[in-house]
């Protein structure tokens, strides 16, 4: 395949933070990129050469998109699937449509885990009131999830009971859901692997997540786990990207149960919020990779640099009247890096930002990380 080179125009669904991210690593290599985003202040946009303001489904912007772009990506997993492949007849697009739409559906992605031999917490899929008349035992106490456009928590609701569950899936609509076992975590990790084909794949190191009300707070890097197991997350990852002829970049979420064996969570089909430690502390980082994936190019070297601690910022930090937090004192600490997002409202559970600080050893950086929240 023909590698993509600068100052090439890429383009990528979705403006976001990530999308944000992804702009700016690419500029950087020479590249410049458009941005499709319905949001007139969406936070790639003012990065972006070209913002494309239009719904994701939009035909002529899309139109525009494939004409104008050599390769085009998403950050965004509940993009249209169709519209990917659609594109896709005329320009490079990666991830696939085929892909993008199995991560964007938990009943699609824990059967595709399954069938490449990885384990998933027992789960019933529920497409019709008729599936969940069955024995629902094995998969409680449990955890209700919408197939669909879940994240952050949402769309989740924990049951207790058959009559819990089955109350819980009538409260949701009736919408497709999975019934998921509620395990017994002894930690969360996850492992990002940037694939371009069977013999171009890298893996980053293997990050320890810690959320909070559904949402990642904290991601400690070594994480802090045997290096065998980390090392069989590594794999483990790479195992699903291959069964998926994954292209692009592919995070994936595990638990660590208290046997220290692995199940796999839940993917998704781009770089994601635990990988934004690789900007600071790696070799190469995740947008680099998921640019240099898109345009054909071999993958970039993922090794460690520094033990790390990555600390997202949710608009909870800002005060009451919108005032910004102290972000002298992240400022003054020299091992420390501010990233904000440009989001012009913070609001309780909103990503604004992150921090991460690096340190000799990890427990000095999480330490310090955790001590520079309490003065924001
Ligand atoms: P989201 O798409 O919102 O990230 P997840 O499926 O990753 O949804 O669930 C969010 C968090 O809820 C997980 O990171 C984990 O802490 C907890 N959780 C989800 N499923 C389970 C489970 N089966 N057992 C125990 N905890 C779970
Ligand atoms: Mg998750």
Not at 3 to 31: C, D, E, H, N, S
Not at 123 to 133: G, R
Not at 244 to 252: R, S
Request: aromatic share 6%; hydrophobic share 45%; glycine share 6%.
């Amino acid at each position: 395949m023909q590698a993509i080179l600068p100052p090439a125009m890429l383009g990528i669904l979705g403006g976001g933070q990530l999308g944000r991210m992804f702009v700016t690593a690419a500029k950087r290599m020479g590249y410049r990129v458009t941005v499709l985003d319905p949001d007139a202040q969406a936070p790639a946009a003012e990065f972006a050469d070209v913002h494309l303001c239009a719904a994701y489904n939009d035909a002529e912007a899309l139109r525009t998109l494939a004409a104008s772009c050599a390769a085009i990506t998403t950050e965004f997993e509940n993009v249209n699937a169709d519209a990917m492949r659609e594109l896709a007849k005329t320009t490079r697009v990666s991830p696939s449509g085929d892909c993008v739409a199995i991560a964007q559906d938990r009943i699609a992605e824990k059967a595709w885990v399954n069938k490449a031999g990885l384990p998933t917490a027992p789960y019933l899929a529920i497409e019709s009131v008729e599936d969940i008349q069955v024995e629902l035992a094995p998969y409680l106490p449990g955890i209700l999830k919408t197939a669909r456009l879940g994240y952050d928590g949402k769309g989740q609701v924990r049951v207790n009971s058959a009559d819990e569950a089955r109350a819980a899936y009538a409260n949701l609509g009736g919408q497709a859901c999975v019934l998921e076992k509620m395990l017994d975590l002894k930690l969360e990790v996850s492992a990002i692997v940037t694939r371009v084909s069977s013999e171009q794949l890298s893996v980053f190191p293997v990050a320890e997540n810690i959320h909070k009300n559904g949402i990642l707070d904290e991601s400690i890097v070594p994480a802090r786990i045997a290096p065998a197991l980390a090392a069989q997350a590594q794999q483990m990852a790479r195992q699903l990207a291959e069964a998926l002829d994954y292209v692009g970049v592919l995070a994936v979420e595990f638990f660590v149960l208290a046997d220290d064996s692995l199940v796999i969570n839940e993917i998704a089909p781009r770089p994601h919020n635990s990988g934004h430690y690789t900007i600071d502390a790696c070799v190469s980082d995740q947008y680099q990779q998921q640019v240099r994936a898109m345009c054909g190019l071999l993958p970039g070297r993922t090794e460690l640099l520094s033990p790390v601690v990555m600390v997202n910022l949710l608009g909870d930090v800002w005060q009451a009247d919108g005032g910004e937090p102290n972000w002298n004192v992240l400022m003054e600490a020299p091992n420390a890096h501010l990233h904000l997002y440009g989001k012009k409202h913070a609001r309780p559970g909103r990503k604004m930002g992150h921090y991460t600080v690096l340190a000799t050893d990890v427990d000095a950086a999480l330490e310090q990380a955790r001590a520079l929240k309490e003065t924001l």
